[in-house]
């Protein structure tokens, strides 16, 4: 579970960091401004997004185990569901950080460090997507399941 949070971070980090190389490349500011005015607000709605899936999934795991009577096959997928709902929230309050930080004058002046900033903020909003499709996988899970 450790290495797979560890495995998502360094991806997001990764593909925030080519995001931000090509925004610098181009010169666009586009997402500066999206993420500061925007970033915690999405990442609370694909939060409700994740839990009102969550909450249809778990109803069908439900309906499954009593009708199959094979609760250990779904552990592995509530024990997820459970990491994505901490990682959202950790997304959330990690957001709320950088974006803080990133905007204190004293940061601005230090060479690269905005740069790496946004980098973290493109990572934090490509974690967010990961999770949610690891959430979506999650249905597919219930889909085939076969009993």
Known sequence: MIKQVFTTSFISLGTGFLVELLNVWLGSKFLYGFFESSLVTILVALLAVNAATMGIVLTKMRDLIDKNGNAEAFKKTRTNMLLS???????????????SVKSAPVIQTIEN???????????????????????????LVIVDFNG
């Open 85 to 99: 709902i901490k990682e959202q929230i950790g997304l959330i309050i990690l957001a709320t950080i950088v974006l």
């Open 113 to 139: 460090m905005p740069l790496l900033f946004n980098s973290i903020v493109t990572g934090i909003f490509v974690y967010a997507l990961l999770v949610l499709y690891d959430t979506a996988k999650g249905v």
